[in-house]
């Protein structure tokens, strides 16, 4: 699985709700790495006064393991900015998966996989020749004798909510494709109707009701975090002024 392991600070105070949505946002855009099993909000990570720790020991509750079922919320108290980091994925793929996009402000989720084709057929020569995370080589592979495709759906996000799904496959504008969700077991099931080599399925997932927004998305983020920004172009530009000053 492709990873990529780097760094990043952000002045926060879990003390202070105002900050939540900028965690949100960060967690959402950077890879949030941070995991204290020992984090309280009193001290933090007991580390240079750092509070970055996704889990906090405070509000849990020893109940919370009675039951391991998948829908038992308990299992999540001491999370932090749960909505950035409990995400759909694929968990299982009928195919190459080509593309994943999710979003942690409206939940959307959407997910492409190609059918691989013969090493032989001319519709996956010349794919191998840079292959990459991007590009992923679409041929040469075992042939894929399952249908059934199932991705990762969070009970945080499914619960008293449907699934509007929209699909779509490249190779057949009608084509269509089954879906089964079990809430349970947070696995949505599909399978399309066409497998076709070489054909590109496409699947985009929204919520009715729709989830709440955690920061509005028709305000530029200068605005909303305006709080942080101005202060350090404050500095910058006082920096950049000091050489004239002396």
């Not at 299982?92 to 979003?103: E, H, L």
């Not at 077991?185 to 590109?200: A, N, W």
Request: proline residues 9%.
């Amino acid at each position: 699985m492709p990873s990529s392991l780097a760094w990043t600070g952000v002045l926060w105070d879990s003390r202070s709700s105002h900050n939540w949505p900028f965690l949100h946002l960060i967690s959402h855009i950077y890879r949030l790495w941070n995991y204290n099993p020992d984090n309280t909000d009193s001290h933090g990570d007991y580390w240079n006064g750092e509070n970055f720790s996704w889990f906090s020991t405070q509000g849990v509750k020893p109940s919370a393991l009675r039951s391991l079922d998948q829908t038992n919320e308990e299992l999540d108290d001491g999370g932090r900015v749960l909505r950035a980091l409990v995400r759909p994925y694929l968990a299982k793929v009928a195919g190459i998966p080509t593309r994943v996009d999710y979003s942690v402000n409206t939940g959307a989720f959407t997910c492409s996989w190609k059918i691989p084709t013969p090493s032989s057929s001319a519709a996956g020569a010349g794919s191998e020749k840079n292959p990459s995370v991007a590009t992923p080589p679409l041929s040469g592979h075992p042939a894929i004798t399952a249908r059934e495709t199932e991705i990762f759906m969070p009970h945080s996000l499914t619960k008293g909510r449907r699934l509007i799904l929209k699909y779509a496959c490249s190779t057949d504008e009608e084509a269509e494709c089954d879906s089964r969700h079990n809430p349970t077991l947070q696995t949505l099931y599909v399978v399309p109707e066409d497998s076709t080599p070489g054909s590109l399925h496409t699947l985009e997932i929204t919520f009715d009701p729709p989830l709440e927004e955690l920061f509005p998305l028709d305000s530029p983020i200068w605005r909303e975090f305006s709080h942080i920004w101005i202060p350090i172009l404050v500095v910058l530009l006082s920096l950049l002024a000091l050489p004239f000053v002396w």
